[in-house]
């Protein structure tokens, strides 16, 4: 997979955004950005995933800026359930490369 | 759907026991595979499976064996259980190719003594 590079942590109070940085500055102009993220103990969840504009599900949204090397996950009210680490991934190579890196951990406050 | 289901949630084992952890799918994936995470690490894939009758290794194939039979089902085997096989085992599923979205079971936490 393209190397990602996201912050190791991050606060977050409950109610407000979540806003999650990714550095993708290799990807390729038919890759796509995925977003996971995996609860304590539990199997990842399937976030989102963007390639050039902007997408938004009942989860989240994604922002892929203009140049593609850089997107930011959003969480628009954020709740303690939302505590996990969340993997920002680039599929590259064939089917089974699927990498999950360090993530980042985002802690939810009340 | 139920998704992806893996059976069973835990699992103690002594060194040299063999067994196989079972994963289904019924969302008529093609791809499946079989991952680990070890405590405060990503995910390392062990072995997976682009449809019935083909499998292939994954980064840390070793002391794991796997077959698929049928779309629905891809059980991963320990032949002779060692202590360094003590995780936590996923297993997802996705419909196509690498860029597409996967979707992962529960997990199997097994420890081996």
């Known amino acids: 997979d393209a190397k990602t590079t996201q912050p190791t942590s991050m606060d977050c109070a409950e109610g407000r955004a979540a806003n999650l940085p990714c550095n993708h500055s290799t990807i390729s102009g038919n890759e796509y950005v995925y977003w996971y993220r995996q609860i304590h103990s539990q199997g990842p969840q399937y976030i989102i995933h963007g390639l050039k504009n902007n997408e938004t599900n009942e989860m989240a949204s994604l922002i892929i800026t203009e140049d593609r090397k850089s997107s930011t996950l959003i969480l628009p009210h954020a709740t303690l359930r939302d505590t996990a680490v969340y993997y920002c991934i680039v599929p590259r190579t064939s089917y089974g490369k699927l990498t999950f890196g360090q993530g980042t951990i985002l802690t939810v406050h009340p | 759907n139920a998704g992806v289901t893996q059976t069973p949630k835990f699992q103690v084992l002594k060194t040299g026991q063999s067994m196989t952890l079972q994963c289904a799918q019924d969302m008529n994936h093609e791809y499946m595979s079989w991952y680990r995470q070890d405590p405060g690490m990503g995910l390392r894939l062990i072995h997976y499976s682009v449809g019935a009758g083909i499998t292939d290794q994954g980064e840390v194939p070793n002391g794991y064996n796997v077959s698929r039979s049928t779309t629905e089902d891809f059980p991963l085997r320990l032949l002779s259980a060692a202590p360094s096989q003590t995780s936590v085992y996923f297993c997802?599923?996705?419909?196509?190719?690498?860029?597409?979205?996967?979707?992962f079971g529960p997990g199997t936490r097994l420890l081996v003594l």
């Open positions: 997802a599923s996705s419909s196509g190719g690498y860029q597409e979205t996967q979707y």
